[in-house]
């Protein structure tokens, strides 16, 4: 064989598979962008999902209604409920537990 | 920390939240089953939490439409702060204490940057202890 011919034969077929291999692994696009790392600041929208809003949301809204209409209706809901009853009523104790990572 | 709290007045796609579409569709079918089998509302919020964090929470678990019977998990991943609310009525099935276990399986998924899945599995243990509706 010429040299080209060997050139071409041991040099070329693996760059050619590596280059291969390469583009399979990064054509995902290299979701690193989106990935949360804890201690790296994390840029996001904040979101409040309710998996069920109220009977009036209009009918562009999708199943998880993340800070729609239907929210802000929640909201005012809520808050003229609390002008209503002014004073903290009994038993509205709330539990929970917090955690830090 | 500023650009987390900014007005909620347009209508966000979600795509500019912390979850892919994927993880949108597993949490939404995650709520939804939680709600049906349990009957109390659940409710998540990823996003900022001002000082005091449980007070910041209490407050926007005040804000639900139906607080005594909403359970609010508030995650904030850049202050590492997560918070399960409880209202008065779903506090009675639902301990502090299986919060608490819930809250600890959480944040170990959190700590290896799972927010997701965390709050997918949190969601279905809270759901389990909290019982059939």
Redesign the interface.
Known sequence: MSIIETLVVFAGIPLAVVAVIFGLVYAGGG?SD??????R????????????P?AQHDAAS???A????A??M??T???AQ?DAAPGEPI??????????? | MAQQNIPLTERPTGFEGPFTTRQLLRLDEAMRLADKSTGLVFSIYVGGLDEPSRETAKKLHGELADPANSVLIAVSPNERVLEIVTGSAARKRLPDRACKLAALSMTAAFGGGDLAGGLVSGLAQLADHAGRF
Do not use: C, I, M, Q
């Open positions: 979701r989106r990935r949360y790392r804890p201690g600041p994390f840029d996001f929208a904040p979101v409040w999902f309710l998996s069920a109220e999708n199943g998880h993340a800070l729609t209409g929210n802000r929640a909201l809901k809520a808050e609390v038993g509205d104790v709330t539990g929970g537990a917090s955690d830090r990572w």
